[in-house]
């Protein structure tokens, strides 16, 4: 049963610290998406790769924020300095690369800046 | 752009009840249109989506949803909940020829046994 993983699942680190999120998405999906979900704003697209090339980053605070996909099977979102205010779980999803396709999400990684 | 509604952030029913959850769209085209379920401490699943054809689409778990053009909606229905169905729904609406979809602010169900 092919799955999209994340790691870590969870994350407590102070502010000013560097944090890596990673996503493994499923093999053969070609569109890779980072969500951020917290209580206030509820579920928002960050940015989205196609063929490993961002195709939309607009939602992305660009100072502290970045993804990148080193290669087909790894996505990873970095925030360097984080802030209390980035505390969310951070979900990766893939897709085939179709928009009416179904988008497969990961499991999420929970991060608490402290 | 394309926008959500979802009007209700949280609804009890009870077990066994019927439930119908609402989604209402802003898009100018026909657009996809997807539900999805959150349980505690998970990634979302999909439950059901549309893009063409008949317009009362059947989904996992039971669940069903009608597109409804003249209303801009896309409501979930199940005819009878089960207390595993407690948990977060999300609508979510696409554009064609676009990948990224904007979802709604989601619905909390709880079930009362």
């Known amino acids: 049963d092919a799955r999209v993983t994340q790691t870590p699942r969870h994350k407590v680190t102070e502010m000013g610290q560097e944090v890596t999120m990673r996503c493994q998405p499923i093999l053969g999906h070609n569109t890779v998406f980072w969500y951020r979900q917290t209580m206030m704003q509820g579920l928002e697209l960050l940015a989205y790769?196609?063929?490993?090339?961002?195709?939309?980053d607009s939602g992305m605070p660009k100072d502290r924020f970045s993804a990148e996909m080193p290669d087909a099977t790894l996505a990873t979102l970095k925030i360097q300095p984080s802030e209390p205010r980035d505390s969310a779980v951070y979900f990766c999803?893939?897709?085939?690369?179709?928009?009416?396709?179904?988008?497969?999400f990961g499991p999420g990684t929970r991060l608490l800046v402290l | 752009a394309q926008s959500v509604t979802q009007p209700d952030i949280h609804i009890t029913v009870s077990e066994g009840a019927s439930l119908e959850l609402r989604c209402n769209y802003s898009y100018g085209a026909t657009p996809y249109l997807f539900w999805y379920v959150q349980s505690p401490g998970q990634g979302l699943q999909l439950l059901l989506k549309y893009f063409s054809g008949d317009t009362l689409v059947q989904g996992i778990k039971g669940f069903e949803a009608e597109f409804k053009r003249s209303q801009s909606s896309f409501n979930l229905r199940k005819p009878s909940v089960h207390w595993s169905d407690a948990a977060e729904y999300f609508c979510a609406v696409g554009a064609w020829g676009a990948q990224k979809l904007v979802f709604g602010q989601g619905t909390r169900l709880t079930i009362n046994p």
């Open positions: 790769f196609r063929n490993r090339a961002p195709l939309d």
């Open positions: 999803a893939s897709g085939p690369g179709n928009p009416q396709e179904t988008q497969y």
